[in-house]
T-cell receptor, first 112, second 113 residues
Framework: RKEVEQDPGPFNVPEGATVAFNCTYSNSASQSFFWYRQDCRKEPKLLMSVYSSGNEDGRFTAQLNRASQYISLLIRDSKLSDSATYLCVGPRGGGTASKLTFGTGTRLQVTL | EAQVTQNPRYLITVTGKKLTVTCSQNMNHEYMSWYRQDPGLGLRQIYYSMNVEVTDKGDVPEGYKVSRKEKRNFPLILESPSPNQTSLYFC????????????FGQGTRLTVV
């Protein structure tokens, strides 16, 4: 089983819609998770960290469900500019000093 | 401006011709790593370094070498490139390996013919 798994999509949604992505992880000891955004042929950039208590930044909300071992990203009022690939990221080995492991990404396409 | 700089951005080379992709960061980060990204496979770690003179293999190290003689630089070396190393390569740095934000370079698109 992969350490971090996510649905590759694509998710095609109209502008203004609410869309949610989930990502499952296999290491129950993992502490730190992140969502990165990657535009086509560009480098990944941090979108937001995922905390146990949840994390909200404007239209974006990230949640961590330890019991079911998944993290989620909710995007409200989707904009055309939200079209990108969203990468779920967790630590390898569960500690804060270990390597990062990346999901393969979920592609979002927001349309008019 | 905090950044990770990779060079070159694009490279076409022939099988067997040694090449080096440079990576430099100006954030005084201890942790640096190299990834390759291929369609359907996502980002896979090639090598990482936790500090000067400390490097270790990632998930796909075969055919690659790295060195970390200075904190800011972490070059990726392909001694004898092969077509299956055609890929998009990213260098990244962070203040630790897994608990903080990783900053990525702009990527190097390598084609080996």
């Amino acid at each position: 089983r992969k350490e971090v798994e996510q649905d590759p999509g694509p998710f095609n949604v109209p502008e203004g819609a609410t869309v949610a992505f989930n990502c499952t992880y296999s290491n129950s000891a993992s502490q730190s998770f992140f969502w990165y955004r990657q535009d086509c042929r560009k480098e990944p950039k941090l979108l937001m960290s995922v905390y146990s208590s949840g994390n909200e930044d404007g239209r974006f909300t990230a949640q961590l469900n330890r019991a079911s071992q998944y993290i989620s990203l909710l995007i409200r009022d989707s904009k055309l500019s939200d079209s990108a690939t969203y990468l779920c990221v967790g630590p390898r080995g569960g500690g804060t000093a270990s390597k990062l492991t990346f999901g393969t990404g979920t592609r979002l396409q927001v349309t008019l | 401006e905090a950044q990770v700089t990779q060079n070159p951005r694009y490279l076409i080379t022939v099988t067997g011709k040694k090449l080096t992709v440079t990576c430099s960061q100006n954030m005084n980060h201890e942790y640096m790593s190299w990834y390759r990204q291929d369609p359907g496979l996502g980002l896979r770690q090639i090598y990482y370094s936790m500090n000067v003179e400390v490097t270790d293999k990632g998930d796909v190290p075969e055919g690659y070498k790295v060195s970390r003689k200075e904190k800011r630089n972490f070059p990726l070396i392909l001694e004898s490139p092969s077509p299956n190393q055609t890929s998009l390569y990213f260098c990244a740095s962070s203040s630790d390996g897994g608990g903080t934000e990783a900053f990525f370079g702009q990527g190097t698109r390598l084609t080996v013919v």
